[in-house]
């Protein structure tokens, strides 16, 4: 079993920044990517960043490309996402996302987050 704690949500204000953390732990042989994704009221959530594992390919929403950076610690199985020049348009919900292998030679699963609520206003 694999388990996602995300931190780093909260208030801040417009033109802001602030830091989200997920570290997974459990058993885990490799994991193929990592990636957050949010979910604003009453829309669908989407993707906003991923970075994989397989040739360190990097992957970004055009609403967040050059204000968010995603980057990850593979010794501490933690992707971080960096946020600058927060607008209200980014409140949401993020969820950390992690496609993880156990074993070798081993399916891969999917796993989330619980979610960690980010609000931008003045």
């Known amino acids: 079993q694999v388990q996602l704690v995300e931190s780093g949500g909260g208030l801040v204000q417009p033109g802001g920044s602030l830091r989200l953390a997920c570290t997974a732990s459990?058993?885990?042989?490799?994991?193929?990517?990592m990636g957050w994704h949010r979910q604003a009221p009453g829309k669908q959530r989407e993707l906003v960043a991923a970075t994989f594992t397989s040739g360190g390919r990097t992957n970004y929403a055009d609403s967040v490309q050059g204000r968010f950076t995603i980057s990850r610690d593979n010794a501490k199985n933690t992707v971080y996402l960096q946020m600058n020049s927060l607008k209200p348009e980014d409140t949401a919900v993020y969820y950390c996302?992690?496609?993880?292998?156990?074993?070798?030679?081993?399916?891969?699963?999917?796993?989330w987050g619980q979610g960690t609520l980010v609000t931008v206003s003045s």
């Open positions: 459990g058993r885990i042989f490799i994991i193929n990517s």
């Open positions: 996302r992690m496609v993880v292998q156990n074993i070798i030679g081993g399916r891969l699963v999917e796993h």
